[in-house]
């Protein structure tokens, strides 16, 4: 199982994107998943989790810009998680990528979604 996320771009410093995760299988349904970001020569860091009952947490950099929602199936089969993101930054320029919070249930990283915040 391999996790896609979409909706990366170019913008510039203020403006806004909103990035989009499909994860099939109950399994992502019933597991905190998260948004992970990673900058070149960094590592791959978490950004935002979610639980199933939509509690959430950020890293401090992002509060009061970045909101990660999820939506899943009536049948737990389909799982989508949302990373939208307001008043980028440079510094929010990363690759990004999502996944299960907890390394035991997650999925093969896919190829993530750029971002790139740049006047």
């Known amino acids: 199982v391999q996790l896609q996320a979409s909706g990366g771009g170019l913008v510039q410093p203020g403006e806004s994107l909103r990035l989009s995760c499909a994860a099939s299988?109950?399994?992502?349904?019933?597991?905190?998943m998260a948004w992970f970001r990673q900058a070149p020569g960094k590592q791959r860091d978490v950004v935002a989790t979610?639980?199933?009952?939509?509690?959430?947490?950020?890293?401090?950099s992002v509060k009061g810009r970045f909101t990660i929602s999820r939506a899943i199936s009536r049948d737990s089969a389909e799982n989508t998680v949302y990373l939208e993101m307001n008043k980028l930054k440079p510094g929010d320029t990363a690759v990004y990528y999502c996944n299960a919070l907890i390394p035991s249930v997650r999925a093969t990283w896919g190829q993530g979604t750029q971002v790139t915040v740049s006047s």
């Open positions: 979610i639980t199933p009952r939509g509690t959430t947490t950020y890293v401090d």
């Open positions: 299988g109950s399994i992502f349904s019933v597991n905190h």
